[in-house]
């Protein structure tokens, strides 16, 4: 039997009966004997589903009737092997569907325009328009549409300010910009962020996320190399670039394989090391963290810690951005003096 991975969201008001839909939902998912992640807030439900295909069309069938919808966006795609992808299954009643830990009321006319599959790719084939990746950079790292900005962040929640500081003045001078992510539900959240600060731009985003356009377009893609996935597989099977865009943080080497086993020494996050080095190095650092590694060149230190020591002048008192900066500052220090 073929298994497979089914991805979706839908915004939809629950309000006070988000909590009731969350014991329907693990209720369902259970008699299903399915595996994975579900999420239900007041704001709708989002999830990652294993299953066979009947179990799964099944799932889908009784929560469009529960929610009375029949558009929702399921995204369904092939298991890597017979072993589920997903150990346990997890129902979670939470605040929000996508974290920005602020209240960001979602309604549909408040986002940009959604663009379909082949409509988003003539727009990245034309001048004057900038690409912003919304994902977290470990995604971006091993795949990303052409000359797609990176905001390095770390988690979603980082999005808006890397914005409000940095991306509103790189994409403030195109006519028009593109937003995607993985299946479409950051870009939700990102895009009305994007037009409470830009007026004078055109913001679209690609309806369906990158999963959508690797099935849709085949012939000069824009997208390069893997597209990351929350589960065991790592990348979407669907893929069909042959071009690697990652790199070993070690030797700089072609690579696009995450090891869970190796993430940054620091922080935790996945960081891509190849076969060769993971043998070799018992710690590794992601780039932020980079100069905590014991082979870091001191030179590069000091500058870091000049550059951390401006920052500091520059930040407010008794603000959260210099408890950080001067933490980060310490622990530099520490590690310049051993």
């Known amino acids: 039997m073929k298994m497979q991975v089914l991805l979706f969201y839908v915004y939809h008001s629950l309000g006070e009966q988000a909590e009731e839909e969350t014991s329907i939902q693990r209720e369902l998912c259970l008699k299903l004997e399915l595996v994975g992640r579900v999420r239900v807030a007041s704001e709708g439900i989002n999830g990652t589903l294993y299953g066979s295909r009947e179990q799964l069309e099944s799932y889908m069938k009784q929560t469009q009737d529960t929610l009375k919808r029949n558009d929702i966006d399921w995204k369904m795609s092939q298991a890597s092997s017979a072993e589920p992808e997903f150990e346990t299954l997890i129902v979670k009643h939470v605040k929000e569907l996508v974290s920005m830990n602020r209240a960001l009321e979602y309604s549909k006319e408040a986002t940009a325009t959604h663009l379909t599959p082949f409509e988003f790719h003539d727009k990245c084939l034309k001048g004057n328009v900038a690409i912003i990746d919304v994902r977290n ?147 590794t650092f992601c780039k932020a963290h980079c100069l905590l590694n014991p082979h870091a060149d001191k030179t590069e230190i000091s500058k870091q810690l000049e550059s951390i020591q401006i920052k500091i002048k520059n930040s407010k008192p008794r603000s959260s951005a210099r408890r950080r900066l001067n933490k980060q500052h310490r622990e530099l220090g520490l590690h310049f003096l051993t």
Not at 179 to 202: D, F, H, M, P, W
Not at 208 to 218: L, N, P, Q, T, V
Request: with cysteine; aromatic share 10%; proline share 2%.
């Open 137 to 283: 950079t470990y995604e971006y790292a091993i795949g990303h549409f052409k000359n797609a900005i990176d905001p390095e962040t770390r988690q979603f929640s980082d999005f808006e300010q890397w914005f409000k500081t940095k991306g509103v003045h790189m994409v403030q001078d195109n006519q028009d910009l593109l937003l995607y992510c993985t299946g479409g539900i950051r870009c939700e959240k990102a895009s009305i962020v994007v037009k409470q600060c830009i007026k004078n731009v055109n913001v679209f985003q690609l309806q369906g996320g990158i999963h959508r356009y690797m099935e849709a377009i085949k012939n000069d893609s824009q997208f390069l190399g893997q597209n990351f996935v929350f589960d065991k597989r790592r990348t979407q099977p669907q893929c069909i670039s042959s071009q690697v865009i990652g790199t070993c943080i070690t030797c700089d080497q072609p690579w696009e394989l995450y090891h869970d086993s190796r993430r940054c020494h620091k922080c935790r996050i996945l960081v891509l090391v190849c076969d060769g080095c993971i043998q070799q190095e018992a710690r």
